[in-house]
C-alpha cells in the first residue's frame, strides 16, 4: 500500500523557518516526482514546489521561489521542504503527493495528476 | 498562469439528488482537468483524470466531460459519504500547476 507520512509542521513567527518531512512507503520512491501542495485557508487548493525522481528538474510557485527549498534523499525514501522567511501568508496544511504514472508500450512518464497523498502536516505563521 | 474558476462556490443537497459542478478556464486546457474530492481529516482523492477518466476504485456515479475551457464533474445520486470539497486541477500549461478555488457540498 501506498503511504505518504508528512512532518514537521508547527507554529512559527513571521521571518521564521521550518523544515517539512514526506516519508514514502509501498512503491519505488526513487522512481517518483514528488510534489508539495498546501490547503489554504479560505483560498483552496495551491501547488508548491516539485522535484523530480532524479532532484534535476525542480519548480517552485512564484510565492515560495527564493524562501522555499526543496530535496530529497532516495535511499531514506525521504523528500524535504526547507521553508526560509515564513509569512502569514504561508499557513496553511501542507501535502505532499506523487502523481499518475502511465508506461505505454513499456515506456513509462509521470503525469501531473495527484493520485497518491499523505494527510498533510499543519503550519501556523503569526505572531 | 491558467486560471480556473469554479462555480457553485457551495451547495445544498440531499442524499439522492444529482449535482453538476462546473470548471472554467481562462484559456483553453485540452483535456488536461483533474477533480479531487477533500474531506476534513483525509487524504485528497483522485477522481477523475483527463477530463473524463475515472480514477482507479472511483464509483460509476462520479464522470467527468468537457474540452478546452469549460468542464463539468456530474455525480449522479449523491450518498452521504460524498458531502466534501471539490477541486479541479489543470495540468496542461505549468509550472505553476493550478486548482480551482473549489465548491463546497453540504446536506
Redesign the interface.
Known amino acids: 500500500e501506498v503511504q505518504l507520512v508528512e512532518s514537521g509542521g508547527g507554529l512559527a513567527q513571521p521571518g521564521w523557518s521550518l523544515r517539512l518531512s514526506c516519508v514514502a512507503s509501498g512503491f519505488k520512491f526513487e522512481d517518483y516526482d514528488i510534489h508539495w501542495v498546501r490547503q489554504v485557508p479560505g483560498k483552496g487548493l495551491e501547488w508548491v514546489s516539485v522535484i523530480s525522481w532524479n532532484s534535476v528538474s525542480i519548480y517552485y510557485a512564484d510565492s515560495v521561489e527564493g524562501r522555499f527549498t526543496i530535496y530529497r534523499d532516495n535511499d531514506q525514501y525521504s523528500m524535504y521542504l526547507q521553508m526560509n522567511s515564513l509569512r502569514t501568508e504561508d499557513t496553511g496544511l501542507y501535502y505532499c503527493a506523487t502523481t499518475l504514472r502511465r508506461c505505454p508500450r513499456g515506456r513509462c512518464y509521470q503525469t501531473n495528476y495527484f493520485v497518491n497523498w499523505g494527510r498533510g502536516t499543519l503550519v501556523t505563521v503569526s505572531s | 498562469e491558467i486560471v480556473l474558476t469554479q462555480s457553485p462556490d457551495s451547495l445544498s443537497l440531499s442524499p439522492g439528488e444529482g449535482v453538476i459542478l462546473s470548471c472554467r478556464a481562462s484559456q483553453s486546457v485540452g483535456t488536461s482537468v483533474?477533480w479531487?474530492q477533500?474531506k476534513r481529516?483525509?487524504?485528497?482523492?483522485?477522481l477523475i483524470?483527463?477530463a473524463s477518466t475515472r480514477?482507479t476504485g472511483i464509483p460509476a456515479r462520479f464522470s467527468g466531460s468537457g474540452s478546452g475551457t469549460d468542464f463539468t464533474l456530474t455525480i449522479s445520486s449523491l450518498e452521504p459519504e460524498d458531502f466534501a470539497v471539490y477541486?479541479c486541477?489543470q495540468?496542461e500549461d505549468?509550472?505553476?500547476?493550478?486548482?480551482?478555488?473549489?465548491t463546497h457540498m453540504e446536506i
Open positions: 483533474a479531487y477533500l481529516g483525509q487524504a485528497p482523492r483522485l483524470y483527463d480514477a477541486y486541477q495540468c505549468w509550472p505553476p500547476l493550478t486548482f480551482g478555488g473549489g
